[in-house]
């Protein structure tokens, strides 16, 4: 398992750099306000210890016309982000997070915001997930990346190690033989019984 790589970021340079300080391994949550543009995000994520942090809201206080948690379930991942970068024109800004959409390997949230007048962008992840994100935030949200992590599906099932895989297969063998010879003495006995003469 490798550690999560970072991606991006896309969108405007103005705002202040917003960081996480504990590698992700997994997004528990996402919460959004948006409404002409993103006012800020929030996630939760657990890290390699499966410790929860929590991280945001990176932006401003925009009243925006919504708020929306993305809570993923348990055996929930996700596969791929989509979003926009476009002006702001209220605040005369030429490039922020104008949208955004999450993609699972069960079911699409969104998109929110409006995302007019911008330049859409999109990060499938095929061997992996997005476990995390980090930004340039002020007013709003003015860019966005993402941390990946690179074949992260199998950490989400269980896993059966090969010794221990090996071991049970020979154990099943041993009661399988035993089994039969168990069943073999049986019919060696029930012989037996039908041979003795009767008294």
């Known amino acids: 398992m490798g550690s999560a790589v970072k991606i991006g970021t896309w969108g405007g340079d103005g705002g202040s750099p917003c960081d996480i300080t504990v590698a992700p391994r997994r997004l528990e949550s996402i919460t959004i306000r948006w409404g002409k543009v993103l006012d800020w995000i929030a996630f939760s994520y657990r890290d390699q210890s499966g410790e929860l942090h929590t991280a945001g809201p990176w932006g401003g206080n925009g009243k ?3 708020t929306e948690t993305i809570t993923l379930e348990a055996s929930e991942y996700v596969t791929g982000v989509a979003w926009s970068v476009g002006p702001f024109k209220f605040k005369n800004v030429e490039r922020c997070i104008t949208s955004f959409k999450v993609v699972t390997n069960l079911r699409s949230y969104g998109p929110f915001g ?3 007048d911008s330049t859409h962008h999109s990060l499938p992840v095929l061997d992996g997930s997005v476990v995390g994100m980090f930004a340039r935030a002020g007013d709003f949200l003015d860019a966005i990346g993402f941390y990946v992590l690179p074949d992260a ?6 896993t059966t190690d090969p010794a221990e ?5 020979k154990d099943s063998g041993h009661q399988q033989n ?3 010879k168990s069943n073999q003495e049986e019919n060696e006995d029930s012989k037996n019984e039908k041979d003795k003469p009767l008294s």
């Open 64 to 66: 925006g016309e919504g």
């Open 114 to 116: 409006h995302g007019v």
């Open 153 to 158: 599906l199998p950490a989400l099932k269980p």
């Open 165 to 169: 895989q090996e071991e049970k297969e």
């Open 178 to 180: 035993g089994k039969a």
